[in-house]
Structures are given as C-alpha cells and as structure tokens.
C-alpha cells in the first residue's frame, strides 16, 4: 500500500489558496495570491526542497493545469516533477501533453491507486481533492506550512467536513520568518477525556 501524503502551505485561518503567486488562483475574487512570498527564508527553502525530492503526485484538475503550464519548464527547480507519474482527479481531461500524466475519474479510482505498488504519492494544492481524501480516510501523512497571516476569505483546507481523526506529529521547526512546518501521521481515532481527572 502506498501512502497519500499531503503537502499544504495555509494560513493562521486555514486559507491554502493561491501561495505562489498573484495570478495562480484568482477565482472568486481572491486577491492576495503570493502571500508565502514575503516569508520566504533558508530555512523554509531547505524544507520545501527537500520535499520536492521524486516522487508519484495525486493532483485536482485545477492545480494539474497550473502544474502543466508551468513546470514543464522549470524542472531544474523541481527535479523528477516531469519523471514522476502525475495522477489527476478530473471528470473532464482525460489526456495532456504533459508526459506521465494519468487520469482518474472517482474515488474508486484514487483506492485502487493507494492499494498498487510503487513509490508515496504526494498531493500538491488540490484543495477539493484534499477534502475529499480526508472525508474518506485516505491522507497517511499532513506536511503543513502555517503561515503567520490571516486572510478571512479563500479557500480552505479543511472545509467541507474531514472526518475525525488523530495525527502525530513527526517533525517540526518554526522558520526565522515565523513559518511553522509541522509533519504528521495518522494517528487512529480521534480519544477524549476530561482534564485534570
């Protein structure tokens, strides 16, 4: 079985739309795409590209075609972003230019995919794909990227109800910026008590 892993860079309040830049995201009006680039700092750089070794990627239809607008390109900044099989969660494309690129049509789909063999497979943006994984128990591993800001609107990671669950944190550091990244794995079920009993 392999593992999901989900790589999200988020705000204070939970927005992940539109990190890299001011025109990557502007549906419904969003207007501060780019707001990761003033935190930017060795330290955030380290990590990022350490996570962006080679790798299998699951992607939403929207995220799929920025990818493939774009990195193409500029794999000297993300190398075996083009050697990697790029699985996309799309109801409309069923073929690209973009070479290894695979389509999926449902969730039955994705199950089959995290049940084969072969490397983790990492999920870039994708915010509804996201929350679809989550509603259905398929995320393994959350590598998050907490930004100190808020931005009130945009859209979220965890919006239409993940169901409940436990994680463990793995590994954690906080950027000279204020960046926090925090890694982790599924953990099993959500347990309560009372404090102090």
């Not at 955030?44 to 929207?62: A, N």
């Not at 870039?124 to 990227?145: A, P, R």
Request: aromatic share 10%; net charge positive.
């Amino acid at each position: 079985m392999r593992k999901i892993i989900v790589s999200s860079m988020i705000t204070l309040d939970g927005v992940m739309q539109a990190p890299g830049g001011p025109k990557e995201d502007t549906s419904g009006g969003f207007q501060y795409g780019g707001w990761t680039a003033p935190y930017g700092d060795k330290v955030s750089g380290e990590v990022v590209k350490k996570q962006m070794q080679p790798s299998d990627y699951l992607l939403g239809r929207k995220t799929f075609e920025i990818f493939a607008s774009y990195w193409p390109e500029h794999a000297d900044f993300w190398p075996g972003i083009n050697d990697g099989t790029k699985y996309v969660m799309s109801n409309t494309m069923k073929k690209s230019d973009w070479k290894n690129s695979v389509f999926l049509k449902n969730l039955a789909g994705i199950k089959k995919l995290k049940n084969s063999k072969g490397s983790d497979i990492q999920v870039w943006g994708s915010g509804e794909l996201i929350q679809l994984l989550l509603k259905n128990d398929l995320v393994d591993e959350l590598w998050l990227k907490i930004y100190p800001v808020t931005l009130g609107k945009g859209k979220k990671l965890f919006d239409n109800g993940p169901i409940p669950a436990a994680f463990t944190l793995t590994e954690s550091c906080i950027t000279p910026s204020g960046v926090i990244i925090a890694n982790y794995k599924r953990a099993g079920k959500v347990k309560t008590g009372t404090i102090g009993a």
